[in-house]
């Protein structure tokens, strides 16, 4: 897996601490169809009440931290999932509706279903000749 | 601030962190890895951790079926081997795949536990795309109290 540093985006207080924690970055399959755009990731060790989903202008983020480890008094021994957190984010185009993403968590893996807007679902166009 | 709100132990990964740095300022680590150590990558990734009492590993396997997972410890070497299934949604002419990084088919891991550990006592859940297998170490090599007459 691969690590990122988050990057400088838009801060406000809030979101402050989250921008400047390294993350792990998840792994994703995209495919697109005509009716809309299909998000796979995997986030194993995340629980759906520590996932988080944000759209912030035309970014979708996609952030989970996983349950603590039990039982508590563990010393590590060997580790390849170095940092509890997941980030990654995404550029929407204009034709995506991000009001209507529907997002379902099983089995750590996220499944995200991003609709096309109405109007910008496949037309035909018809070709004028003359 | 995450760490603590979490309640991780950080020191599970500040080992390896401050291991990645001295890899990334001296090149590769000359230092001797494990003889069934797997490129990075490699699914499902593994941690271990170990506590007075047990031996824990945890498997980052998501989106497996738990049931056919087959964990089997023999002379010293637990071997952790099943398959993913491909769930992606059918594609035909009419999908495009943009991104394709989560790989599906079989896989096949090994790593060495300690010799303490009792194989009648190992016990695994899957929770959350995490595989956590936990063994117990005999009875014997646990830490006691000695008492003094």
Known sequence: MNEVQATDTKQDVTSNTSQDTRALLPRVDVLEDDAGITLLADLPGVPKDHLELKVEGDALVIEGAMAPFTPEKLEPVYAEVRLPRYRRSFTLSRELDASRIEANLKDGVLTLRIPKQAHAQPRRISVQVG | ?149
């Open chain 2, 1 to 149: 601030m995450y760490e603590s709100m979490w309640g991780f132990p950080s020191s599970l990964f500040e080992l390896d962190r401050l291991q990645r740095e001295l890899n990334e300022m001296f090149g590769f680590s000359g230092r001797p890895a494990s003889i069934r150590s797997v490129a990075p990558g490699t699914y499902p990734a593994i941690n271990i951790g170990s506590t007075p009492t047990s031996v824990e590993i945890y498997a980052f396997a998501p989106g497996i079926d738990s049931s056919k997972v087959e964990i089997t410890l023999d002379r010293g070497v637990l071997t952790l081997s099943g398959e993913r299934p491909n769930d992606l949604p059918d594609t035909n002419d009419k999908v495009s795949v943009y991104s394709r990084e989560r790989l599906g088919g079989s896989f096949r891991r090994a790593v060495n536990v300690p010799d303490d550990v009792d194989p009648e006592h190992v016990t695994a859940t899957y929770r959350d795309g995490v595989l956590r297998i936990s063994l117990a170490r005999h009875e014997s090599a646990q830490p006691k109290r000695i008492m003094i007459r």
